[in-house]
Protein backbone atom coordinates (compact mmCIF):
# COMPACT_ATOMS: atom_id res chain seq x y z
CA UNK A 1 0.00 0.00 0.00
CA UNK A 2 1.22 3.47 -0.90
CA UNK A 3 -0.14 6.82 0.28
CA UNK A 4 0.41 9.38 -2.11
CA UNK A 5 -0.10 11.89 0.01
CA UNK A 6 2.16 11.37 3.04
CA UNK A 7 4.89 9.68 1.58
CA UNK A 8 5.32 11.41 -1.62
CA UNK A 9 7.79 14.06 0.29
CA UNK A 10 5.48 16.83 -0.15
CA UNK A 11 6.14 20.44 1.48
CA UNK A 12 4.18 20.35 5.11
CA UNK A 13 1.63 23.09 5.88
CA UNK A 14 1.77 22.63 9.19
CA UNK A 15 4.70 21.46 11.07
CA UNK A 16 5.03 21.92 15.05
CA UNK A 17 8.79 21.42 16.78
CA UNK A 18 9.04 20.61 20.66
CA UNK A 19 5.75 22.40 21.37
CA UNK A 20 5.19 22.50 25.18
CA UNK A 21 2.26 24.42 26.16
CA UNK A 22 1.48 24.56 30.32
CA UNK A 23 -1.87 25.62 31.99
CA UNK A 24 0.14 27.23 35.06
CA UNK A 25 1.48 23.86 36.65
CA UNK A 26 0.14 21.33 34.23
CA UNK A 27 1.89 20.33 31.41
CA UNK A 28 -0.69 20.16 28.48
CA UNK A 29 1.32 19.32 25.88
CA UNK A 30 4.45 17.56 25.56
CA UNK A 31 7.33 17.88 23.23
CA UNK A 32 4.43 17.82 20.23
CA UNK A 33 6.13 16.76 16.79
CA UNK A 34 3.57 17.19 14.27
CA UNK A 35 3.57 17.89 10.22
CA UNK A 36 0.67 17.89 8.09
CA UNK A 37 1.31 17.70 4.86
CA UNK A 38 -1.20 19.80 1.67
CA UNK A 39 -4.36 17.33 1.31
CA UNK A 40 -3.48 15.61 4.07
CA UNK A 41 -6.74 14.66 6.40
CA UNK A 42 -5.32 13.96 10.03
CA UNK A 43 -7.70 12.74 12.80
CA UNK A 44 -6.83 13.69 16.55
CA UNK A 45 -8.38 10.94 19.06
CA UNK A 46 -7.92 10.62 22.79
CA UNK A 47 -9.57 11.06 25.87
CA UNK A 48 -10.98 14.31 27.12
CA UNK A 49 -8.59 16.34 29.11
CA UNK A 50 -5.72 14.72 26.72
CA UNK A 51 -4.69 17.95 24.91
CA UNK A 52 -6.36 17.36 21.38
CA UNK A 53 -8.41 20.41 21.25
CA UNK A 54 -5.52 22.78 22.64
CA UNK A 55 -3.51 20.74 19.87
CA UNK A 56 -5.25 22.09 17.34
CA UNK A 57 -5.95 25.29 18.81
CA UNK A 58 -2.12 26.30 18.80
CA UNK A 59 -2.17 25.85 15.23
CA UNK A 60 -3.89 29.16 14.55
CA UNK A 61 -2.87 31.07 17.97
CA UNK A 62 -5.95 30.38 19.98
CA UNK A 63 -3.69 28.93 22.74
CA UNK A 64 -0.61 30.25 23.30
CA UNK A 65 2.71 28.00 24.42
CA UNK A 66 5.30 28.44 25.94
CA UNK A 67 8.38 26.57 24.06
CA UNK A 68 8.71 25.08 20.53
CA UNK A 69 7.20 26.79 17.33
CA UNK A 70 4.71 26.35 14.45
CA UNK A 71 5.48 26.60 11.00
CA UNK A 72 2.09 27.51 9.13
CA UNK A 73 2.18 27.53 5.51
CA UNK A 74 5.24 29.47 5.66
CA UNK A 75 4.12 31.88 8.47
CA UNK A 76 5.81 30.90 12.28
CA UNK A 77 4.14 30.80 15.45
CA UNK A 78 6.79 31.43 18.58
CA UNK A 79 6.31 30.92 22.26
CA UNK A 80 3.98 33.38 24.36
CA UNK A 81 2.01 34.33 21.22
CA UNK A 82 4.72 36.39 19.17
CA UNK A 83 4.57 35.02 15.66
CA UNK A 84 6.72 36.38 12.48
CA UNK A 85 3.70 37.70 10.84
CA UNK A 86 0.63 39.05 12.80
CA UNK A 87 -1.46 36.47 13.83
CA UNK A 88 -4.26 37.89 11.71
CA UNK A 89 -2.49 36.63 8.74
CA UNK A 90 -2.15 33.17 9.73
CA UNK A 91 -5.51 32.96 10.75
CA UNK A 92 -6.85 33.88 7.10
CA UNK A 93 -5.42 31.05 5.81
CA UNK A 94 -6.71 28.60 8.53
CA UNK A 95 -10.55 28.03 9.26
CA UNK A 96 -11.70 26.76 12.07
CA UNK A 97 -15.30 25.08 13.05
CA UNK A 98 -15.46 24.61 16.63
CA UNK A 99 -17.98 22.07 18.91
CA UNK A 100 -20.48 24.69 19.70
CA UNK A 101 -20.53 25.82 16.33
CA UNK A 102 -20.07 30.12 17.34
CA UNK A 103 -21.76 31.35 14.95
CA UNK A 104 -22.82 35.26 15.15
CA UNK A 105 -26.62 35.06 16.26
CA UNK A 106 -27.23 38.82 15.42
CA UNK A 107 -26.51 38.10 11.51
CA UNK A 108 -28.44 36.28 8.68
CA UNK A 109 -27.08 33.07 8.01
CA UNK A 110 -25.46 34.70 4.41
CA UNK A 111 -23.97 37.45 6.32
CA UNK A 112 -22.35 35.24 8.94
CA UNK A 113 -20.52 33.73 6.21
CA UNK A 114 -19.87 37.32 4.19
CA UNK A 115 -18.56 39.50 7.07
CA UNK A 116 -14.62 38.32 6.85
CA UNK A 117 -14.72 37.72 3.15
CA UNK A 118 -15.80 41.43 2.57
CA UNK A 119 -14.12 42.71 5.93
CA UNK A 120 -10.74 40.69 5.98
CA UNK A 121 -10.79 40.12 2.19
CA UNK A 122 -12.21 43.13 0.60
CA UNK A 123 -14.45 41.78 -1.66
CA UNK A 124 -17.88 43.43 -2.42
CA UNK A 125 -20.89 42.53 -1.37
CA UNK A 126 -22.36 41.02 -4.55
CA UNK A 127 -19.12 39.03 -4.93
CA UNK A 128 -19.41 37.84 -1.38
CA UNK A 129 -22.99 36.98 -1.92
CA UNK A 130 -22.41 35.20 -4.53
CA UNK A 131 -19.23 32.84 -2.83
CA UNK A 132 -21.38 32.56 0.62
CA UNK A 133 -24.52 31.25 -2.01
CA UNK A 134 -22.47 29.03 -3.59
CA UNK A 135 -20.95 27.29 -0.28
CA UNK A 136 -24.17 27.53 1.64
CA UNK A 137 -25.40 24.85 -1.54
CA UNK A 138 -22.18 22.97 -1.10
CA UNK A 139 -23.43 22.26 2.29
CA UNK A 140 -26.62 22.14 0.91
CA UNK A 141 -28.46 24.88 3.17
CA UNK A 142 -29.19 27.47 0.35
CA UNK A 143 -32.71 27.81 1.42
CA UNK A 144 -32.07 28.96 4.67
CA UNK A 145 -29.80 31.66 4.13
CA UNK A 146 -32.24 34.64 5.14
CA UNK A 147 -32.57 33.30 8.58
CA UNK A 148 -31.10 33.59 11.81
CA UNK A 149 -28.86 31.15 13.16
CA UNK A 150 -31.21 30.50 16.11
CA UNK A 151 -33.89 28.99 13.56
CA UNK A 152 -31.50 26.41 12.64
CA UNK A 153 -31.02 23.04 13.65
CA UNK A 154 -27.39 22.31 15.31
CA UNK A 155 -26.68 20.08 11.91
CA UNK A 156 -27.43 22.62 9.86
CA UNK A 157 -25.83 25.66 12.13
CA UNK A 158 -22.76 23.83 12.07
CA UNK A 159 -22.81 23.09 8.26
CA UNK A 160 -23.18 27.44 7.96
CA UNK A 161 -20.27 27.29 10.11
CA UNK A 162 -18.47 25.08 7.81
CA UNK A 163 -18.98 27.46 5.21
CA UNK A 164 -18.53 30.28 7.12
CA UNK A 165 -14.77 28.84 7.19
CA UNK A 166 -14.76 27.72 3.42
CA UNK A 167 -15.55 31.33 2.35
CA UNK A 168 -12.30 32.63 3.49
CA UNK A 169 -10.79 30.13 1.46
CA UNK A 170 -7.92 28.40 3.81
CA UNK A 171 -5.33 26.49 2.69
CA UNK A 172 -6.20 24.23 6.30
CA UNK A 173 -9.40 23.75 8.30
CA UNK A 174 -8.97 22.50 11.94
CA UNK A 175 -12.29 21.19 13.57
CA UNK A 176 -12.60 21.09 17.18
CA UNK A 177 -14.65 18.22 18.03
CA UNK A 178 -17.21 19.15 15.44
CA UNK A 179 -20.06 16.91 15.87
CA UNK A 180 -19.89 16.39 20.27
CA UNK A 181 -22.63 19.19 20.50
CA UNK A 182 -24.92 17.62 18.16
CA UNK A 183 -27.82 15.33 18.46
CA UNK A 184 -27.33 11.85 17.11
CA UNK A 185 -29.69 12.05 14.49
CA UNK A 186 -27.83 15.67 13.37
CA UNK A 187 -24.41 14.04 12.96
CA UNK A 188 -24.68 12.45 10.02
CA UNK A 189 -25.12 15.02 7.89
CA UNK A 190 -21.86 17.23 8.96
CA UNK A 191 -19.72 14.38 8.92
CA UNK A 192 -21.11 14.10 5.22
CA UNK A 193 -20.26 17.78 4.35
CA UNK A 194 -16.71 16.67 5.58
CA UNK A 195 -16.10 13.81 4.34
CA UNK A 196 -17.17 15.71 0.55
CA UNK A 197 -14.34 18.16 1.87
CA UNK A 198 -11.66 15.69 2.18
CA UNK A 199 -12.52 13.97 -0.78
CA UNK A 200 -12.02 17.47 -2.83
CA UNK A 201 -8.23 17.46 -1.13
CA UNK A 202 -8.93 20.27 1.65
CA UNK A 203 -6.14 19.85 4.21
CA UNK A 204 -8.17 18.72 7.82
CA UNK A 205 -6.78 18.05 11.20
CA UNK A 206 -9.83 16.90 12.92
CA UNK A 207 -9.94 16.37 16.40
CA UNK A 208 -13.33 13.58 16.82
CA UNK A 209 -14.60 11.12 18.85
CA UNK A 210 -16.09 9.83 15.38
CA UNK A 211 -14.15 6.80 15.32
CA UNK A 212 -16.03 4.79 12.58
CA UNK A 213 -15.83 8.21 10.11
CA UNK A 214 -12.13 8.80 11.39
CA UNK A 215 -11.62 5.48 10.26
CA UNK A 216 -12.86 6.13 6.75
CA UNK A 217 -11.53 9.45 6.05
CA UNK A 218 -8.46 10.01 7.90
CA UNK A 219 -4.96 9.73 5.87
CA UNK A 220 -3.04 9.26 9.63
CA UNK A 221 -4.34 8.71 13.26
CA UNK A 222 -2.48 10.61 15.73
CA UNK A 223 -3.39 9.10 19.49
CA UNK A 224 -2.81 11.47 22.58
CA UNK A 225 -2.55 10.50 25.86
CA UNK A 226 -1.68 13.31 28.85
CA UNK A 227 -0.15 15.97 26.30
CA UNK A 228 1.86 13.82 24.24
CA UNK A 229 1.34 12.00 21.29
CA UNK A 230 1.52 8.40 21.97
CA UNK A 231 0.94 6.58 18.88
CA UNK A 232 0.23 7.67 15.12
CA UNK A 233 -0.48 5.72 11.79
CA UNK A 234 -2.44 5.49 9.22
CA UNK A 235 -6.24 3.99 10.54
CA UNK A 236 -5.83 0.59 9.73
CA UNK A 237 -2.71 0.37 11.66
CA UNK A 238 -4.04 2.24 14.78
CA UNK A 239 -7.42 1.05 14.94
CA UNK A 240 -7.07 -2.94 14.09
CA UNK A 241 -3.20 -2.91 15.49
CA UNK A 242 -2.31 -0.92 17.87
CA UNK A 243 1.31 -1.03 19.37
CA UNK A 244 0.72 1.00 22.52
CA UNK A 245 -0.54 0.10 25.60
CA UNK A 246 -2.54 2.66 26.31
CA UNK A 247 -3.63 3.49 22.34
CA UNK A 248 -5.42 -0.32 23.28
CA UNK A 249 -7.06 0.43 26.80
CA UNK A 250 -8.22 3.82 25.22
CA UNK A 251 -9.99 2.32 21.75
CA UNK A 252 -10.94 -0.80 23.94
CA UNK A 253 -13.15 1.82 25.96
CA UNK A 254 -14.25 3.13 23.33
CA UNK A 255 -14.61 0.76 20.34
CA UNK A 256 -16.67 -1.53 22.73
CA UNK A 257 -20.18 0.23 22.10
CA UNK B 1 -62.52 64.20 63.94
CA UNK B 2 -63.13 66.25 61.07
CA UNK B 3 -61.01 65.67 58.18
CA UNK B 4 -61.98 68.51 55.03
CA UNK B 5 -59.72 68.86 52.45
CA UNK B 6 -60.72 70.05 49.32
CA UNK B 7 -58.82 69.47 46.30
CA UNK B 8 -58.39 72.56 43.88
CA UNK B 9 -58.96 70.61 40.51
CA UNK B 10 -58.69 74.60 39.09
CA UNK B 11 -55.04 75.07 41.03
CA UNK B 12 -53.55 72.20 39.16
CA UNK B 13 -54.87 72.85 36.33
CA UNK B 14 -53.63 76.41 35.94
CA UNK B 15 -50.39 75.36 37.16
CA UNK B 16 -49.38 73.41 34.04
CA UNK B 17 -48.95 75.93 31.68
CA UNK B 18 -46.33 77.74 33.61
CA UNK B 19 -44.71 74.07 35.08
CA UNK B 20 -43.88 72.97 31.57
CA UNK B 21 -41.87 75.59 31.02
CA UNK B 22 -39.44 73.25 33.16
CA UNK B 23 -39.82 70.26 30.75
CA UNK B 24 -37.35 71.71 28.18
CA UNK B 25 -34.57 72.23 31.47
CA UNK B 26 -35.04 68.60 32.51
CA UNK B 27 -35.51 67.00 29.19
CA UNK B 28 -32.08 68.61 28.19
CA UNK B 29 -30.34 68.08 31.17
CA UNK B 30 -31.09 64.47 31.24
CA UNK B 31 -30.72 63.30 27.63
CA UNK B 32 -27.57 66.22 27.34
CA UNK B 33 -26.21 64.32 30.72
CA UNK B 34 -27.03 60.61 29.39
CA UNK B 35 -25.98 60.91 25.96
CA UNK B 36 -22.80 62.35 27.28
CA UNK B 37 -22.24 59.80 30.35
CA UNK B 38 -23.44 56.84 27.30
CA UNK B 39 -19.95 58.12 25.72
CA UNK B 40 -17.72 58.15 29.01
CA UNK B 41 -19.49 54.90 29.96
CA UNK B 42 -18.38 53.03 26.75
CA UNK B 43 -14.83 54.31 27.16
CA UNK B 44 -14.44 53.70 30.78
CA UNK B 45 -16.25 50.32 30.69
CA UNK B 46 -13.81 49.20 27.68
CA UNK B 47 -10.88 50.30 29.40
CA UNK B 48 -12.41 48.64 33.04
CA UNK B 49 -11.79 45.31 31.07
CA UNK B 50 -8.84 45.93 29.71
CA UNK B 51 -5.95 43.67 30.28
CA UNK B 52 -3.29 46.47 30.79
CA UNK B 53 -3.70 46.94 34.58
CA UNK B 54 -2.72 50.87 33.83
CA UNK B 55 -5.94 51.07 31.43
CA UNK B 56 -8.22 49.46 34.40
CA UNK B 57 -6.76 51.45 37.31
CA UNK B 58 -8.39 54.79 36.50
CA UNK B 59 -11.37 53.38 35.62
CA UNK B 60 -12.09 51.49 38.21
CA UNK B 61 -11.23 54.64 40.40
CA UNK B 62 -13.47 56.47 38.10
CA UNK B 63 -16.30 54.21 38.43
CA UNK B 64 -15.87 53.54 42.31
CA UNK B 65 -15.68 57.92 42.98
CA UNK B 66 -18.97 58.47 41.10
CA UNK B 67 -20.80 55.83 42.07
CA UNK B 68 -20.14 56.31 45.28
CA UNK B 69 -21.05 59.64 45.83
CA UNK B 70 -24.54 60.81 45.77
CA UNK B 71 -25.65 62.89 42.68
CA UNK B 72 -26.76 65.56 44.65
CA UNK B 73 -23.24 65.89 46.23
CA UNK B 74 -21.52 66.24 42.97
CA UNK B 75 -23.88 68.79 41.30
CA UNK B 76 -23.05 71.16 44.54
CA UNK B 77 -19.49 70.43 44.30
CA UNK B 78 -19.87 71.17 40.70
CA UNK B 79 -21.72 74.30 40.62
CA UNK B 80 -20.60 75.84 44.17
CA UNK B 81 -17.13 73.65 44.58
CA UNK B 82 -15.82 74.07 40.79
CA UNK B 83 -15.91 78.10 40.28
CA UNK B 84 -13.32 78.56 43.50
CA UNK B 85 -10.89 76.17 41.29
CA UNK B 86 -11.37 77.56 37.92
CA UNK B 87 -11.67 81.42 38.86
CA UNK B 88 -14.99 81.73 37.43
CA UNK B 89 -18.82 81.05 38.03
CA UNK B 90 -20.03 77.78 36.41
CA UNK B 91 -24.11 77.83 34.39
CA UNK B 92 -26.37 75.87 36.86
CA UNK B 93 -27.58 74.33 33.37
CA UNK B 94 -24.24 72.83 32.44
CA UNK B 95 -23.42 72.14 36.07
CA UNK B 96 -26.80 69.70 35.81
CA UNK B 97 -25.47 68.04 32.15
CA UNK B 98 -21.76 67.66 33.78
CA UNK B 99 -23.53 66.16 37.09
CA UNK B 100 -25.66 63.27 35.06
CA UNK B 101 -22.85 62.63 33.11
CA UNK B 102 -20.48 61.67 35.31
CA UNK B 103 -22.65 60.03 37.37
CA UNK B 104 -24.37 58.25 34.77
CA UNK B 105 -21.24 57.43 33.20
CA UNK B 106 -19.75 55.71 36.06
CA UNK B 107 -23.42 53.28 36.27
CA UNK B 108 -23.11 52.89 32.26
CA UNK B 109 -19.70 52.10 32.19
CA UNK B 110 -20.32 48.84 34.57
CA UNK B 111 -23.34 48.45 32.09
CA UNK B 112 -21.72 47.81 29.38
CA UNK B 113 -18.48 45.83 31.36
CA UNK B 114 -21.41 43.71 31.96
CA UNK B 115 -22.48 43.37 28.27
CA UNK B 116 -19.28 42.83 26.82
CA UNK B 117 -18.40 40.13 29.38
CA UNK B 118 -21.84 38.28 29.14
CA UNK B 119 -20.91 37.29 25.15
CA UNK B 120 -19.70 34.02 25.24
CA UNK B 121 -16.17 33.44 24.17
CA UNK B 122 -16.21 31.51 21.30
CA UNK B 123 -17.68 34.56 19.72
CA UNK B 124 -14.45 35.90 19.77
CA UNK B 125 -12.71 33.11 19.18
CA UNK B 126 -14.55 32.20 15.82
CA UNK B 127 -13.81 35.91 14.68
CA UNK B 128 -10.53 36.23 15.37
CA UNK B 129 -10.24 32.94 13.65
CA UNK B 130 -12.26 33.62 10.45
CA UNK B 131 -8.93 36.21 10.14
CA UNK B 132 -10.74 39.92 11.47
CA UNK B 133 -8.88 41.83 13.84
CA UNK B 134 -9.67 42.29 17.21
CA UNK B 135 -11.00 45.91 16.37
CA UNK B 136 -12.86 44.28 13.76
CA UNK B 137 -13.84 41.58 15.72
CA UNK B 138 -15.73 43.97 18.65
CA UNK B 139 -17.01 46.25 16.27
CA UNK B 140 -19.02 43.28 14.72
CA UNK B 141 -19.56 40.51 16.22
CA UNK B 142 -19.46 41.46 20.32
CA UNK B 143 -20.30 44.97 20.16
CA UNK B 144 -23.62 44.29 18.44
CA UNK B 145 -24.73 41.52 20.34
CA UNK B 146 -23.77 42.89 23.65
CA UNK B 147 -25.60 45.93 23.17
CA UNK B 148 -28.90 44.61 22.94
CA UNK B 149 -28.20 42.87 26.19
CA UNK B 150 -27.53 45.99 27.32
CA UNK B 151 -30.75 48.42 26.29
CA UNK B 152 -32.47 47.16 29.78
CA UNK B 153 -30.05 48.59 32.05
CA UNK B 154 -29.38 51.19 29.86
CA UNK B 155 -32.90 52.29 29.98
CA UNK B 156 -33.24 51.24 33.91
CA UNK B 157 -30.13 53.80 34.02
CA UNK B 158 -32.00 56.71 31.78
CA UNK B 159 -35.47 56.57 33.91
CA UNK B 160 -33.18 56.96 37.02
CA UNK B 161 -31.00 59.84 35.81
CA UNK B 162 -34.35 61.87 34.53
CA UNK B 163 -35.30 62.06 38.26
CA UNK B 164 -31.80 62.53 39.35
CA UNK B 165 -32.53 65.49 37.80
CA UNK B 166 -35.33 67.12 40.43
CA UNK B 167 -32.70 67.45 42.98
CA UNK B 168 -31.08 69.69 41.07
CA UNK B 169 -33.29 72.90 41.54
CA UNK B 170 -31.09 73.00 44.50
CA UNK B 171 -28.87 75.14 42.20
CA UNK B 172 -31.36 77.06 40.51
CA UNK B 173 -31.77 75.93 37.44
CA UNK B 174 -35.55 75.85 35.98
CA UNK B 175 -36.07 72.30 35.68
CA UNK B 176 -39.71 70.67 36.62
CA UNK B 177 -39.50 71.24 40.46
CA UNK B 178 -37.50 74.11 40.62
CA UNK B 179 -40.93 75.66 38.41
CA UNK B 180 -43.09 74.33 41.08
CA UNK B 181 -41.79 75.78 43.71
CA UNK B 182 -41.52 78.85 42.35
CA UNK B 183 -45.46 78.55 41.39
CA UNK B 184 -46.15 77.15 44.84
CA UNK B 185 -44.78 80.01 46.45
CA UNK B 186 -47.02 82.29 45.04
CA UNK B 187 -50.35 79.99 45.05
CA UNK B 188 -49.76 78.03 48.07
CA UNK B 189 -51.51 74.77 46.27
CA UNK B 190 -48.56 72.67 47.01
CA UNK B 191 -50.68 69.42 46.78
CA UNK B 192 -52.05 70.11 43.57
CA UNK B 193 -49.16 71.36 41.84
CA UNK B 194 -46.70 68.48 43.36
CA UNK B 195 -49.30 66.01 41.77
CA UNK B 196 -48.64 67.92 38.40
CA UNK B 197 -44.90 67.54 39.35
CA UNK B 198 -45.01 63.73 39.37
CA UNK B 199 -47.49 63.12 36.82
CA UNK B 200 -45.25 65.01 34.38
CA UNK B 201 -41.92 63.17 35.54
CA UNK B 202 -44.52 60.21 34.93
CA UNK B 203 -45.72 61.24 31.51
CA UNK B 204 -41.41 61.79 30.37
CA UNK B 205 -40.48 57.69 32.01
CA UNK B 206 -43.46 56.08 30.49
CA UNK B 207 -42.88 57.20 27.38
CA UNK B 208 -39.22 56.05 27.42
CA UNK B 209 -40.15 53.01 28.91
CA UNK B 210 -42.22 52.46 26.25
CA UNK B 211 -39.92 53.62 23.50
CA UNK B 212 -37.14 50.49 25.40
CA UNK B 213 -39.72 48.32 25.34
CA UNK B 214 -40.31 48.77 20.94
CA UNK B 215 -36.37 48.90 20.76
CA UNK B 216 -36.01 45.57 22.58
CA UNK B 217 -38.55 43.93 20.68
CA UNK B 218 -37.05 44.98 17.51
CA UNK B 219 -33.82 44.34 18.92
CA UNK B 220 -34.04 40.95 20.74
CA UNK B 221 -34.48 38.81 17.58
CA UNK B 222 -31.86 36.52 17.11
CA UNK B 223 -30.71 36.33 20.32
Known sequence: MTDIKTEAGAEPIVRMEKVNKFFGSLHVLQDIELSVSHGEVVVVIGASGSGKSTLIRCINGLEEFQHGHIDVDGNELLPNGKSSKSLQTIRTEVGMVFQQFNLFPHLSVRDNVTLAPIKVRGLSEKQASDSANRLLEQVNIADQADKLPGQLSGGQQQRVALARALAMEPRLMLFDEPTSALDPEMIGEVLDAMRELADAGMTMMIVTHEMGFAREVADRVIYIHKGQIVEQGKPEAVFDNPQNERTKSFLGRVLKH | ?223
Open chain 2, 1 to 223: MDVTFQFDWQAAISSIPYLLTGIPYTLLISFGGLAIGFLIGILFGLLRISPTVWLRIPAITYIEIFRGTPVLVQVLFIFYGLPQIIGGPVNALVAGIAAIAVNSGAYISEIVRGGVQSIERGQREASLSLGLSRTQSFRYVIWPQAFRRMIPSLGNQGIISIKDTSLFSVIGVGELVRQGQIYIATTFSALEVYLMVAMLYLAITLSLSLALRLLERKGLVGQ
